[in-house]
């Protein structure tokens, strides 16, 4: 290109220094002089800088941050400048410009276009944030299995961080459609009311699970109000309906808005927005689907757990259950007390262990206690019962073996009459008044096991204040003490049993729980199952010299 003679002339030597090539380099570079003024530029430099001729100025023809990084070099006389090469944009480029300082105070300024890099650090960078957001988001959306926590969540993150305002609308119950919104900087407000999704464009089809339309598509000014949290000020400006994705079925959609200053929703915004959307959804049709699991397995578990035990006929029954896990509330211990119409009646109850522990062992529990409910006229006749008990099992390839202990309970004047049955279970144990402990003569086979069971029935009486206890082997064979192996055992629990002499049935059972519990500590144990049935007192004790256990009179 033309340049001025003396020019030329001064910066020969600092071109012959970085090469005669410089000119037909591919990348932009231009010699300034010590004073600012173009010395020499390449073609490529001659492009990108139209007016830089020879004898221009810098500030005249280059960008006024590359004139000032030049201004910086000579005055410093540093190729760096004392503060790296320089950056900034010119028209729709981002350049970098570095260096090069002659010994006479001439500087080769050599570009390099950084646009493309800058801007793939910039989308890795924006992912990243995006990616961190997004795992948080994830992390504190399934932190809780509550719909309206989770709701709440979802509608408080997209108001901080992706628009002004979050409206998430559910599915509808009923004719009414839950909702919960939120403002930024604001509270999150459940409603529950009767709405028009056709009211808001896209959002019927987002209920459905449909994809959403392009937010352009939707004039904000013609929202309801019920679309408009509390608390935006100012007109709405742009909105996006997107859905939720759920296991299958949409848990809803999440309408954002945008405050008319503000921008609005570009392609990768929206884009970003179903990204969020779909951890919302899986995170509330999890919550939607543990409590619907929730609701089903506690109607279920109505008829699993032990009931409330109370005074039938005047004679007094407590019972007390502890699941082999303390995270769980059915097992394989189960006892039940079939009240008789009339006194002169006897009343049946039963307490039983399933082979194994959890929800199996609970499922064949409410077998056998569904069965026995539906034997109960037989219950005149325990051996009788038990040979049909035991057919049913038998015939069940997938039942498994049961041990039982039955009790008829009938009040005759003072005495209380009992008949007592083993079928392979711990005999039922009888504390006397003056706290003997005696054991029931009854035993038997097992249930569900062989094709034929047989049986031997006791008779017991008991005395007013007497108690007969009917348990499970969990208490006996549960580990624990001083080295936490050793099993509590028979003599441990008859000795236990003696202390409980005269209490009512609800103190025995309190008493054998507590000391079960102490036993154990948080050691493993199997479940563990007792029933008291303890004689009425003719009247309350009275106590001999102040220290005694007292005794009863009629």
């Known amino acids: 290109m033309t340049t001025f003679e003396g020019s030329s002339r001064r910066s020969r030597g600092l071109v012959l220094g970085v090469g005669a090539s410089w000119a037909q380099a591919?990348?932009?570079?231009?010699?300034?002089?010590?004073?600012?003024?173009?010395?020499?530029?390449?073609?490529?430099?001659?492009?990108?800088?139209?007016?830089?001729?020879?004898?221009?100025?810098?500030?005249?023809?280059?960008?006024?941050?590359?004139?000032?990084?030049?201004?910086?070099?000579?005055?410093?006389?540093?190729?760096?400048?004392?503060?790296?090469p320089a950056r900034g944009r010119h028209d729709a480029l981002t350049l970098e410009a570095r260096p090069t300082v002659g010994d006479d105070g001439d500087v080769v300024w050599w570009l390099v276009d950084d646009t493309d890099r800058l801007l793939a650090e910039t989308a890795l960078r924006d992912e990243r944030e995006r990616t961190a957001f997004l795992a948080e988001a994830s992390t504190r959306l399934l932190a809780s299995l509550n719909v309206e926590r989770c709701m709440e969540v979802a509608v408080s993150i997209a108001a901080e961080h992706l628009a002004d305002a979050a409206l998430l609308v559910a599915p509808a119950a009923g004719k009414r459609h839950p909702m919960a919104a939120s403002v930024r900087g604001g509270s999150v407000v459940h409603t529950d009311g009767r709405v028009d999704p056709s009211a808001v464009p896209g959002l019927s089809e987002a209920l459905q699970g449909f994809?959403?339309?392009?937010?352009?598509?939707?004039?904000?000014?013609?929202?309801?109000?019920?679309?408009?949290?509390?608390?935006?000020?100012?007109?709405v400006g742009s909105v996006v309906v997107t859905p939720l994705p759920g296991h299958g079925v949409p848990a809803g959609a999440l309408i954002l808005l945008r405050r008319g200053e503000n921008a609005a929703f570009d392609a990768s915004e929206e884009v970003f927005a179903r990204v969020f959307a779909a951890r919302a959804g899986v995170a509330l049709s999890a919550a939607r689907l543990y409590t619907e699991q929730a609701s089903?397995?506690?109607?279920?578990?109505?008829?699993?757990?032990?009931?409330?035990?109370?005074?039938?006929?005047?004679?007094?029954?407590?019972?007390?259950?502890?699941?082999?896990?303390?995270?769980?509330?059915?097992?394989?211990?189960?006892?039940?007390?079939?009240?008789?119409?009339?006194s002169d009646q006897e009343t049946f109850a039963v307490l039983g262990d399933v082979c194994g522990k959890g929800l199996a062992a609970a499922v064949l529990t409410g077998k056998i206690r569904n069965t026995l409910q539906a034997l109960l006229p037989l219950a005149d006749d325990h051996e009788n019962l038990l040979r049909r008990l035991n057919g049913a099992l038998v015939n069940d390839r997938q039942a498994r073996y049961a041990t039982l202990v039955l009790a008829s309970v009938r009040r005759e004047g003072r005495a209380t009459r009992l008949r007592l049955t083993s079928a392979g279970h711990p005999r039922p144990l009888i504390v006397r008044y003056d706290g003997q402990v005696e054991e029931a003569d009854t035993s038997g086979t097992l249930i569900g096991a062989l094709?034929?069971?047989?049986?031997?029935?006791?008779?017991?009486?008991?005395?007013?204040?007497?108690?007969?206890?009917?348990?499970?082997?969990?208490?006996?064979?549960?580990?624990?003490?001083?080295?936490?192996?050793?099993?509590?055992?028979?003599?441990?629990?008859?000795?236990?049993?003696?202390e409980c002499a005269g209490l009512p049935a609800e103190a025995v059972v309190e008493r054998l729980q507590m000391l079960a519990s102490e036993w154990v500590g948080g050691g493993p144990h199997d479940d563990i199952a007792v029933v008291a049935i303890t004689a009425p007192h003719g009247t309350r004790p009275t106590a001999v010299e102040g220290h005694t256990r007292g005794r009863y009179t009629s």
């Open 451 to 498: 094709p034929e069971v047989n049986a031997r029935t006791a008779h017991v009486d008991l005395r007013p204040g007497e108690t007969c206890l009917l348990y499970t082997d969990g208490i006996t064979e549960a580990r624990g003490g001083p080295l936490g192996d050793v099993m509590f055992g028979e003599e441990r629990l008859r000795a236990a049993l003696a």
């Open 211 to 235: 994809p959403p339309v392009p937010s352009r598509w939707i004039d904000p000014s013609t929202l309801p109000d019920w679309a408009v949290p509390d608390g935006m000020d100012g007109a």
């Open 26 to 84: 591919p990348y932009p570079a231009l010699i300034a002089d010590r004073a600012g003024g173009v010395v020499e530029v390449n073609a490529a430099a001659a492009v990108l800088f139209p007016g830089a001729l020879s004898g221009t100025r810098l500030d005249d023809v280059v960008p006024a941050w590359l004139a000032d990084a030049h201004r910086r070099v000579t005055e410093d006389g540093n190729a760096d400048g004392g503060k790296g």
């Open 296 to 342: 089903i397995t506690a109607t279920l578990m109505v008829e699993l757990l032990p009931p409330k035990l109370r005074h039938v006929h005047g004679v007094e029954f407590a019972g007390g259950y502890r699941a082999s896990r303390d995270t769980e509330r059915i097992g394989g211990d189960f006892y039940d007390v079939h009240p008789s119409a009339s």
